[in-house]
């Protein structure tokens, strides 16, 4: 036990050591507007040179700070959370490779070297998911693996198409593809984006991941995997400038925003309630990103980072004190007996909501307003609007079940919040919560934006929060005191507090489909006529010629020596 701690508070001092360090240098990049690009060239085909690029600019540099800073507070979080595992030393290996990962793909500016990070984030995020080794993580894990796999197969495709240009280092090429060939090449980087980001029709996966424990999850949904997809699509932003790929990602993304926050207000699981609203948010960066302001979804990313990881250690100590329950009705009144954990858990709820002064209000306010002067259609401003109304609305229902109402968890062991291992990185993030915004606005935007909206646009985004809340707090009421009366309405209710059957469709493509398909051309193709026609094939026939030739060989030297024999006795003949 004592290694066990020692592993991990030596881990946790030396990625905070490397956030420091990177933050710091983040911040002197950015006031000498400088940036450095290392590259190691090992190949040259074709014309085309094969290089290991890494970049240090102020945008990779703050990132990998933000993701360093919230692995540090998860792996001194995880000594208490998963102190009891047997199997903890694996888990610290896994946590610590799935960071790895992850800073390989923010600092590679190269299409080839990206996908070492990028496939690192698939196969570990496989690994957190089985963690536990039952049923669920198993159908949890090979979702999240194939969904994730379409993903890896447009990265492939764009590397191919990327040929072309003479190079993979996007980050040079991308001010330079708005010619109209270029479509197929954005299109697939954007689908490798939607897919590790979870927009819809690549959603199912997320809830899914839930399966993986919950340190895991406040690092994936937070800083790690799901914003990967965003990461590569800011790096992309350059070309994706008024195109049609655009228009479609911003349809694409305010679906998932609301699809997200409707399903949300009809879940009762505590953690997938938090993962819904993380694919929320995702929409919204999704959103500004296709509509041009690509420093606005860094800037929401990096708030977001915060104060998700920290809903998402609040909720992991709420289920490590009542023993694995997360369903939130077996919860209320936790405030009476957690107060430290609730009270960080409704700060975290309320920056999530945008509440004024607190870290998403400074990313979320300015990513609706600028969202509301661009050129909009209808469809996705009503979308915005209802997309944050909702998010509100799943907030204060979460809040209302965890905190109000009375104690309903039974007859349990003490249930109290003492632990230093989980409540001292907490408090780290907490912080983060409250000034991370503020900070970071005065960091990224020294200049403020100009903003010309009307009146009531400008006080839309409030006014929607609060009717939001209201009607939020207002139906919860009703549900716990009056007759259930979502009976009444069962098909639509089950249409959308089922991510619109996107778990349902997901499932069916892949066992009925992919997998199938997938074992029907293993065994016609790979273990059929590649093999007939491929490398056992060319073996036998090899082998079968070579045996030819050397009978062949082995006779004509028979032949030669037995007319060598004839020709010498004629000769001896000849000369008596």
Same mark, same amino acid.
């Given at each position: =036990?004592?290694?066990?701690?020692?592993?991990?508070?030596?881990?946790?001092?030396?990625?905070? /050591?490397?956030?420091?360090?990177?933050?710091?240098?983040?911040?002197? =990049?950015?006031?000498?507007?400088?940036?450095?690009?290392?590259?190691?060239?090992?190949?040259? !085909?074709?014309?085309?040179?094969?290089?290991?690029? /890494? &970049?240090?600019?102020?945008?990779?540099? @703050?990132?990998?700070?933000?993701? /360093?800073?919230?692995?540090?507070?998860?792996?001194?979080?995880?000594? %208490?959370?998963?102190?009891?595992?047997?199997?903890?030393?694996?888990?610290?290996?896994?946590?610590?490779?799935?960071?790895?990962?992850?800073?390989?793909?923010?600092?590679?500016?190269?299409?080839? +070297? &990206?996908?070492?990070?990028?496939?690192?984030?698939?196969?570990?995020?496989?690994?957190?998911?089985?963690?536990?080794?039952? *049923?669920?993580?198993?159908?949890?894990?090979?979702?999240?693996?194939?969904?994730?796999? !379409?993903?890896?197969?447009?990265?492939?495709?764009?590397?191919? @198409?990327?040929?072309?240009?003479?190079?993979?280092?996007?980050?040079?090429?991308?001010?330079?593809?708005?010619?109209?060939?270029?479509?197929?090449?954005?299109?697939?980087?954007?689908?490798?984006?939607?897919?590790?980001?979870?927009?819809?029709?690549?959603?199912?996966?997320?809830?899914?991941?839930?399966?993986?424990?919950?340190?895991?999850?406040?690092?994936?949904?937070?800083?790690? $995997?799901?914003?990967?997809?965003?990461?590569?699509?800011?790096?992309?932003?350059?070309?994706?400038?008024?195109?049609?790929?655009? +228009?479609?990602?911003?349809?694409?993304?305010?679906?998932?925003?609301?699809?997200?926050?409707?399903?949300?207000?009809? *879940?009762?699981?505590?953690?997938?309630?938090?993962?819904?609203?993380?694919?929320?948010?995702?929409?919204?960066?999704?959103?500004?990103?296709?509509?041009?302001?690509?420093? $606005?979804?860094?800037?929401?990313?990096?708030?977001?980072?915060?104060?998700?990881?920290?809903?998402?250690?609040?909720? %992991?100590?709420?289920?490590?004190?009542?023993?694995?329950?997360?369903?939130?009705?077996?919860? %209320?009144?936790?405030?009476?007996?957690?107060?430290?954990?609730?009270?960080?858990?409704?700060?975290?709820?309320?920056? $999530?909501?945008?509440?004024?002064?607190?870290?998403?209000?400074?990313?979320?306010?300015?990513?609706?307003?600028?969202?509301?002067?661009?050129?909009?259609?209808?469809?996705?401003?009503?979308?915005?609007?209802?997309?944050?109304?909702?998010?509100?609305?799943?907030?204060?229902? /979460?809040?209302?079940?965890?905190?109000?109402?009375?104690?309903?968890?039974?007859?349990?062991?003490?249930?109290?919040?003492?632990?230093?291992?989980?409540?001292?990185?907490?408090?780290?993030?907490?912080?983060?919560?409250?000034?991370?915004?503020?900070? @970071?606005?005065?960091?990224?935007?020294?200049?403020?934006?100009? &903003?010309?909206?009307?009146?009531? #646009?400008?006080?839309?985004?409030?006014?929607?929060?609060?009717?939001?809340?209201?009607?939020?707090?207002?139906?919860?009421?009703?549900?716990?005191?009056?007759? #259930?009366?979502?009976?009444?309405?069962?098909?639509?209710?089950?249409?959308?507090? +089922? =991510?619109?059957?996107?778990?349902?469709?997901?499932?069916?493509?892949?066992?009925?489909? +992919? $997998?199938?398909?997938?074992?029907?051309?293993?065994?016609?193709?790979?273990?059929?006529?590649?093999?007939?026609?491929?490398?056992?094939?060319?073996?036998?026939?090899?082998?079968?010629?070579?045996?030819?030739?050397?009978?062949?060989?082995?006779?004509?030297?028979?032949?030669?020596?037995?007319?060598?024999?004839?020709?010498?006795?004629?000769?001896?003949?000849?000369?008596?």
């Amino acid at each position: =036990m004592i290694w066990k701690i020692s592993m991990h508070l030596t881990s946790m001092v030396f990625l905070l /050591l490397l956030s420091i360090v990177c933050s710091f240098s983040s911040v002197l =990049m950015m006031s000498m507007n400088v940036s450095c690009v290392i590259e190691w060239e090992f190949c040259f !085909v074709n014309s085309c040179s094969m290089v290991m690029s /890494l &970049i240090f600019d102020w945008i990779s540099l @703050l990132f990998s700070s933000f993701v /360093l800073l919230i692995s540090s507070m998860v792996l001194f979080y995880s000594g %208490g959370y998963m102190g009891g595992d047997k199997s903890f030393n694996r888990f610290m290996y896994l946590v610590l490779a799935f960071v790895l990962s992850m800073m390989l793909l923010i600092v590679s500016p190269n299409l080839v +070297s &990206i996908l070492l990070g990028w496939d690192g984030l698939g196969l570990v995020s496989y690994a957190l998911v089985i963690y536990y080794q039952n *049923e669920k993580s198993a159908n949890s894990g090979m979702l999240t693996v194939l969904s994730n796999r !379409v993903g890896d197969v447009a990265m492939l495709l764009s590397i191919g @198409l990327m040929l072309t240009l003479g190079g993979w280092n996007f980050v040079f090429y991308c001010p330079h593809m708005e010619d109209s060939s270029m479509v197929l090449l954005k299109s697939l980087v954007v689908i490798a984006g939607m897919t590790k980001s979870a927009q819809i029709p690549f959603s199912a996966w997320l809830p899914a991941a839930m399966a993986a424990p919950t340190p895991v999850s406040a690092l994936v949904h937070s800083s790690t $995997l799901v914003t990967a997809g965003v990461y590569l699509l800011i790096r992309f932003s350059p070309s994706l400038v008024d195109s049609s790929v655009s +228009s479609f990602l911003l349809i694409i993304s305010c679906l998932t925003m609301f699809m997200a926050g409707l399903g949300a207000n009809f *879940e009762y699981d505590l953690k997938k309630i938090i993962a819904l609203s993380t694919l929320s948010q995702l929409g919204v960066m999704m959103s500004i990103l296709s509509l041009g302001a690509q420093d $606005l979804a860094f800037f929401h990313l990096l708030t977001h980072a915060l104060f998700k990881a920290l809903l998402f250690m609040c909720a %992991g100590v709420i289920i490590h004190n009542v023993k694995d329950y997360q369903d939130i009705r077996h919860m %209320g009144g936790l405030v009476k007996s957690m107060p430290l954990t609730m009270s960080m858990m409704t700060l975290s709820n309320l920056a $999530l909501c945008g509440m004024p002064f607190m870290a998403g209000f400074y990313s979320k306010d300015l990513v609706l307003e600028v969202a509301f002067m661009s050129n909009i259609n209808l469809i996705a401003f009503l979308l915005y609007g209802l997309a944050t109304g909702l998010t509100v609305c799943y907030t204060f229902r /979460l809040i209302f079940y965890s905190i109000s109402g009375d104690y309903n968890v039974g007859s349990l062991s003490s249930i109290s919040d003492s632990s230093i291992l989980m409540t001292s990185p907490m408090l780290v993030l907490s912080i983060g919560a409250v000034v991370g915004g503020a900070s @970071l606005s005065w960091t990224l935007f020294p200049e403020s934006y100009m &903003i010309c909206l009307s009146f009531w #646009l400008k006080s839309l985004v409030m006014v929607v929060s609060l009717l939001g809340g209201l009607v939020g707090y207002v139906l919860n009421i009703m549900n716990v005191n009056y007759s #259930l009366k979502s009976t009444v309405n069962f098909p639509v209710v089950c249409f959308a507090g +089922s =991510m619109w059957f996107l778990p349902h469709l997901s499932g069916f493509m892949t066992s009925n489909y +992919s $997998l199938k398909v997938g074992n029907y051309f293993e065994k016609s193709f790979d273990s059929g006529w590649f093999e007939h026609m491929g490398g056992q094939g060319a073996y036998g026939l090899m082998i079968e010629k070579s045996t030819y030739l050397e009978m062949c060989q082995n006779k004509t030297l028979k032949i030669c020596l037995k007319t060598l024999v004839v020709w010498v006795v004629v000769l001896l003949l000849l000369v008596k």
